[in-house]
């Protein structure tokens, strides 16, 4: 069973590499990522739970299939959606389904329940759509700094916290270094499951150690950015980014382990059954070698018939992208950022740069940054980042995201409606509106996204817009706009929506020659 299940895993994955080349470029670009540095470990150490739990001395044949074809047909229909749609996330998932379709096709129904420990495993390989995993990292972000930033001033030092910029004075740890190490908290989740599975933890114990796994994480960092603030204030700069590039890995990593199984251990005590925390599954009975002696057997003398039964499925699936239509990408003509007026009716402008840590932050191919004021009035920033692609995920990256990670608190939110002049029946605009502060100042934050000609204030919209765009006429590009004023140079909230409204009109006049509809 143990081939089985690497072959399961194997030539769904040829499938992709022969076939889809844009995903699977996209999984190993999330691979070689820190994020998922586990994921290549995670088929090795699947194989091994088979190996460890499979008894009998030939390959069983035995359970329906059905179910199998319908887990592979449902991941091939992933599969076509990824492509056609440029769904890059959506790889992943396809895969997944289509080595769990096979599996159950080859092995039947009653192998996959005594080895779903195994199937589930490969889960904790398949890269997590990035909008979900910026929601979930940035709240862990933002305790993870403020907890490092309390225990730096237990070590009485002084510090200044600003979302996740940390500044001591002598060393200022800027969002990227402040949350890094926050990178392995998806290694160390599947790191639990995989201690849970080899405790023989029930499903109850393995849940809470997978819960457990995101609090140990942000204790860990916070500890990280801590001592680094303590070297760099004591032993010198260059000694904490030493510390900070060098040792965050481990760092983090194997006290955390420790950590893991001292929860599997407390929580194995806590138990009606006293399971030992420590009573590991870690040989198959009568030794690794005889097991796998058996297993070759075993496959050899029944395993050749599905084995060319998979080939030929996968193979059809290959074929598919050069047998079906060819998607289509379709790039509209544009003018640059650069080109963009610096007069808009009375607002008259000045261009601005990001700094370098911003501009590489996200993937998108231009962007404009300017200030816009009227003779005597108030400033308005705008910022306008360009995608060619949004399904790069960039839309997730929204101030209402991204502000609270740089120090701003928000303290209102809501859906502005502005008037709409050109579009159909003159509908009126719905955008996003915030009131947030930092520093003590409040600003009134207006943003959307433009995709194609549309405005969208709800980001869970824009994923569906964008697919059956990209669909129907192959776009894929788009920007997200976003608007910025102090209300400190105005008398009150009325102006400044009036002046963030005409701002907002000015702008969508000509927008639609660098954001192509």
């Given amino acids: 069973m143990v081939i089985v299940y690497l072959l399961s895993l194997m030539l769904p994955l040829a499938a992709v590499w022969i076939g889809y080349p844009a995903g699977i470029d996209w999984l190993l670009k999330q691979w070689n990522s820190e994020e998922y540095s586990h ?30 074809a319908v887990t592979l047909g449902v991941g091939v229909s992933l599969l076509m959606l990824a492509h056609y749609g440029h769904m890059f996330s959506v790889y992943g998932f396809g895969l997944l389904l289509m080595t769990c379709g096979v599996f159950v096709f080859w092995a039947g129904w009653e192998q996959a329940k ?14 997590m759509p990035t909008v979900l995993f910026n929601k979930m990292s940035s709240s862990l972000q933002l305790i993870s700094s403020r907890l490092g930033a309390a225990l730096i001033e237990l070590a009485g030092i002084t510090v200044h916290l600003e979302g996740n910029v940390i ?8 969002v990227v270094e402040a949350c890094s190490g926050l990178r392995y908290l998806l290694p160390l989740v599947a790191l639990a499951y995989i201690v ?24 860990m960092n916070s500890i990280r950015i801590a001592l680094t603030a303590v070297f760099s204030e004591y032993l010198g700069v260059n000694t904490a980014e030493g510390f900070l590039h060098d040792f965050e890995g481990w760092v983090i990593f194997f ?5 893991i199984l001292g929860v599997n251990w407390v929580l194995s005590k806590l138990t009606a059954h006293k399971t030992s925390a420590f009573d590991f599954a870690l040989l198959p009975e009568g030794g690794l070698g005889p097991s796998l002696a058996v297993q070759a057997r075993a496959f050899a003398g029944g395993g050749a018939p599905a084995l060319a039964t998979t080939v030929v499925l996968m193979a059809g699936v290959a074929s598919l992208p050069f047998v079906l239509p060819q998607r289509t990408v379709v790039t509209p003509l544009r003018e640059p950022f650069s080109m963009f007026p610096l007069e808009l009716k009375d607002w008259k402008g000045q261009h601005e740069r990001l700094d370098v840590i911003y501009r590489n932050a996200l993937p998108w191919s231009d962007y404009l940054l300017a200030n816009f004021a009227k ?26 995201v991204c502000l609270p990670g740089n120090g701003w608190s928000i303290e209102e939110q809501g859906v502005k409606e502005l008037p709409n002049r050109q579009g159909p029946n003159h509908q009126p605009l719905r955008i996003n509106r915030l009131v947030a502060t930092i520093e003590g100042k409040r600003h009134l934050v207006y943003y959307w996204f ?7 204030a709800d980001q869970n919209a824009v994923k569906p817009i964008l697919l059956w765009n990209s669909l129907t006429e192959g776009r894929i590009d788009g920007a997200l706009v976003r608007l910025v004023m102090s209300l ?24 639609p020659r660098y954001v192509p509809s």
């Fill in 39 to 68: 994921a290549i470990m995670i088929p090795l150490v699947g194989a091994y739970m088979v190996l460890l739990k499979q008894e009998a001395a030939s390959l069983p044949l035995k359970g329906s299939r059905l179910g199998g």
């Fill in 114 to 127: 005594r080895h779903w420990t195994a199937l589930t495993l490969l889960l904790f390989a398949v890269p």
């Fill in 167 to 174: 500044d001591i004075g002598t060393m200022q740890m800027q």
């Fill in 196 to 219: 849970g599975v080899f405790s023989k933890a029930g499903l109850v114990r393995i849940g809470l150690l997978l819960l457990a796994a995101a609090p140990i994480t942000v204790l």
């Fill in 255 to 259: 006290p955390a382990l420790g950590l």
């Fill in 375 to 400: 003779p005597g009035g108030p400033v308005i920033n705008v910022f306008v980042p360009y995608f060619p692609s949004l399904y790069e995920d960039s839309y997730s990256h929204n101030p209402a």
């Fill in 450 to 456: 433009q995709h194609k000609g549309e405005i969208i």
């Fill in 488 to 511: 400190d140079s105005v008398p009150n909230v009325s102006a400044a929506d009036a002046a963030m409204e005409d701002m907002a009109a000015a702008l969508l006049d000509v927008l």
